[in-house]
Structure formats: structure tokens, C-alpha cells
């Protein structure tokens, strides 16, 4: 019998990433079936399941589902439909592997978890960070650091022309990326703001200080309306050194890579510059993870409740909450 995969919303970030994972990680495992995608665009799920081969395409989630009984459901759909869209899957009991973020704020959050236990469903989301090679090879020389003898982290995500009305939904990515170089969860955090305009529009600069559990200190600096892409990182313990640069988006032609310094000596390196962008981003890896935690009963990684920090720091900076914030670790 064969194992079924349903995809939920068919726009362009679907199409640039997510189905070209799908449709490699079917191409590669024999008894994989891309059933069938759904879009409110009937033309654009038409379109996509073309593109990758999915078999029917359909414009009603529900009638999706209950038709295809699918094995395992990705959703990559507008951050303002999400808590929606997969509260309908995992009700249902399906298996689901979700863009980011889970929901719009902590409340959406918590309403996909309760769905998820009353669906006795399991979910995985889509933090594509867990999953970039250069973030996977930086936590591989970092195996033998305690995290407690990590002192600073420092975050990058700098952005060009994002004018967008709300940049929280991208910014929770550099929360999340900070997250996993710490191996520790956050215990306070304090976020400062300065808002830039240029006719009417404008765009906000984001610090975050914060204190992991750990006793590391972590600074994210967010910036949307910079001069170039760019998303990097910096980690420091006594007598070592990690630099690293990450892989933005589809669009980006910029390499990624790292460097890890002992003792003012370069130990290790990673330089990456092909275009097999959909690996680069960790999208192909958490499509893997996910399909073949579905397959195995493995565990998913991050989970819904891993995402509770994310989440309450991304609605900090949508709401411009300034002064310290106490952590749930």
C-alpha cells in the first residue's frame, strides 16, 4: 500500500522549496504516492500538482481530506491561516508538518496544541534552521562545549527593501536560529525598538538581549531595510570561535559557510556555493525528518510545545512590548 502525502496551499514559496523537496523525497523512496494538494486557487493547486507530480488537485481542505485519507499532510499557507488551516488536519488526526509559525501568537499556539492532543495527532514544525546543513555542522564543533561555557551568541538577520506590515513572522526565524546555537532555553529577555519611515511606510529594527538558561548571553539583531540579505551568526567560548554564515532564501546567490577558531588558529571550515538551494535551507532535511518520523514513529523535532519561546517573542515584536520579559524555560 502506498504511502500518501497531501500538500496544503500552492503559492510561490511552496513551489520554490516545498515541492521540490516533496517531489525528490518521492522520486527516492519507492511506494511514496504525492496524492494530492489543495489551494483556494484551484488553477495554482492544478498548476503545482503539474509541477510535481501530485495526482488530483483540490480547492476544499476538508473534502481533501476525507477523500485522499492521507498518510501525512505538509501546510504552507499564509501565518494568518495557519492556526485554521491545520487545526482542520490535526482534529482530524493527521499527521502534519507546518510552515512557520504556528500560529500568529501565543494563543493560536496553544490552540494547535490543544488540536493536536484532541486529534491525538503529531506535528512538526517547519524551523528550517534545524536542518541547514552549516547550523547542523556548527552544532557538530560545538558538541564538546557545554553549553554553560558558551558566553555570547550573536545573531544576525539583515534584510533588504522588507517593507513589510509585519516583519515578525520572518524575525522569528533569527529567534529560532539563536535558540539552536544555544542548546539552552531562554530565561529573560528585553527587546528595543527604533522605527524607520520613508513615506508611509515603515520598518522597525529589533535588539533582543537575552540570558539562556545556560547563563549565555544572546543579542539578535533584526534589521528589515538593510543593504543586502543576509542571515549570521557568532558564537563564543574561552578560547574558541564560531563564525557562520546561513543561506537566506531562494533568491539569494550568496555562500554560506563557516569558520571555527582555536586558539587565533582556524580549525574547521564549511564553504557551500552550489545551487541546491532546497538542502542549503534545511527544507529537503525537515521534509525527510518529518515524512520519515511519519513512516518510523521516530520523534519530531521541533515540535509544537518546543516553540513556545519563538512564538511569545515574535508577538513581542509585533506589539513593540519593550523591558524585560520573563521566560518559560
Given at each position: 500500500?502506498?504511502?500518501?502525502?497531501?500538500?496544503?496551499?500552492?503559492?510561490?514559496?511552496?513551489?520554490?522549496?516545498?515541492?521540490p523537496a516533496q517531489q525528490r523525497y518521492a522520486d527516492a523512496r519507492p511506494g511514496v504516492e504525492l496524492a494530492a494538494c489543495c489551494d483556494v486557487d484551484v488553477r495554482r493547486a492544478e498548476e503545482?500538482?503539474?509541477?510535481?507530480?501530485?495526482?488530483?488537485?483540490?480547492?476544499?481542505?476538508?473534502?481533501?481530506?476525507?477523500?485522499?485519507?492521507?498518510?501525512?499532510?505538509?501546510?504552507?499557507?499564509?501565518?494568518?491561516?495557519?492556526?485554521?488551516?491545520?487545526?482542520?488536519?490535526?482534529?482530524?488526526?493527521?499527521?502534519?508538518?507546518?510552515?512557520?509559525?504556528?500560529?500568529?501568537?501565543?494563543?493560536?499556539?496553544?490552540?494547535?496544541?490543544?488540536?493536536?492532543?484532541?486529534?491525538?495527532?503529531?506535528?512538526?514544525?517547519?524551523?528550517?534552521?534545524?536542518?541547514?546543513?552549516?547550523?547542523?555542522?556548527?552544532?557538530?564543533?560545538?558538541?564538546?562545549?557545554?553549553?554553560?561555557?558558551?558566553?555570547?551568541?550573536?545573531?544576525?538577520?539583515?534584510?533588504?527593501?522588507?517593507?513589510?506590515?509585519?516583519?515578525?513572522?520572518?524575525?522569528?526565524?533569527?529567534?529560532?536560529?539563536?535558540?539552536?546555537?544555544?542548546?539552552?532555553?531562554?530565561?529573560?529577555?528585553?527587546?528595543?525598538?527604533?522605527?524607520?519611515?520613508?513615506?508611509?511606510?515603515?520598518?522597525?529594527?529589533?535588539?533582543?538581549?537575552?540570558?539562556?538558561?545556560?547563563?549565555?548571553?544572546?543579542?539578535?539583531?533584526?534589521?528589515?531595510?538593510?543593504?543586502?540579505?543576509?542571515?549570521?551568526?557568532?558564537?563564543?567560548?574561552?578560547?574558541?570561535?564560531?563564525?557562520?554564515?546561513?543561506?537566506?532564501?531562494?533568491?539569494?546567490?550568496?555562500?554560506?559557510?563557516?569558520?571555527?577558531?582555536?586558539?587565533?588558529?582556524?580549525?574547521?571550515?564549511?564553504?557551500?556555493?552550489?545551487?541546491?538551494?532546497?538542502?542549503?535551507?534545511?527544507?529537503?532535511?525537515?521534509?525527510?525528518?518529518?515524512?520519515?518520523?511519519?513512516?518510523?514513529?521516530?520523534?519530531?523535532?521541533?515540535?509544537?510545545?518546543?516553540?513556545?519561546?519563538?512564538?511569545?517573542?515574535?508577538?513581542?515584536?509585533?506589539?513593540?512590548?519593550?523591558?524585560?520579559?520573563?521566560?518559560?524555560?
Open positions: 500500500m502506498n504511502f500518501k502525502v497531501c500538500m496544503i496551499g500552492c503559492g510561490s514559496f511552496a513551489r520554490q522549496v516545498h515541492g503545482f500538482a503539474e509541477a510535481f507530480g501530485y495526482v488530483r488537485p483540490y480547492a476544499d481542505v476538508p473534502g481533501m481530506l476525507a477523500a485522499e485519507k492521507p498518510d501525512a499532510v505538509i501546510l504552507a499557507v499564509p501565518p494568518v491561516h495557519t492556526c485554521h488551516m491545520a487545526g482542520l488536519v490535526l482534529e482530524r488526526g493527521f499527521p502534519l508538518l507546518l510552515e512557520k509559525p504556528p500560529g500568529i501568537s501565543s494563543t493560536e499556539l496553544e490552540q494547535l496544541i490543544a488540536a493536536e492532543k484532541a486529534g491525538e495527532a503529531r506535528a512538526q514544525v517547519a524551523f528550517n534552521r534545524h536542518y541547514m546543513p552549516v547550523l547542523r555542522r556548527a552544532l557538530e564543533i560545538l558538541a564538546d562545549v557545554p553549553s554553560a561555557e558558551v558566553r555570547q551568541i550573536e545573531y544576525d538577520m539583515i534584510r533588504h527593501h522588507r517593507w513589510d506590515e509585519d516583519f515578525s513572522t520572518t524575525a522569528i526565524h533569527a529567534v529560532d536560529g539563536a535558540l539552536v546555537l544555544a542548546r539552552s532555553p531562554f530565561r529573560t529577555a528585553e527587546l528595543r525598538f527604533l522605527t524607520r519611515r520613508q513615506g508611509d511606510r515603515e520598518a522597525t529594527d529589533v535588539t533582543i538581549d537575552a540570558e539562556c538558561v545556560s547563563g549565555t548571553r544572546v543579542r539578535v539583531n533584526i534589521q528589515p531595510v538593510a543593504g543586502r540579505n543576509l542571515d549570521s551568526a557568532r558564537v563564543h567560548s574561552p578560547g574558541r570561535s564560531l563564525f557562520i554564515q546561513l543561506p537566506v532564501s531562494p533568491q539569494s546567490a550568496a555562500p554560506d559557510g563557516l569558520e571555527a577558531w582555536q586558539g587565533d588558529k582556524l580549525v574547521a571550515t564549511m564553504t557551500e556555493t552550489d545551487a541546491d538551494l532546497v538542502a542549503r535551507l534545511g527544507i529537503l532535511g525537515e521534509t525527510e525528518a518529518f515524512l520519515d518520523g511519519v513512516r518510523s514513529g521516530a520523534p519530531f523535532a521541533p515540535r509544537l510545545a518546543d516553540c513556545r519561546q519563538q512564538v511569545l517573542l515574535m508577538e513581542a515584536i509585533r506589539l513593540r512590548r519593550t523591558g524585560p520579559i520573563a521566560l518559560q524555560p
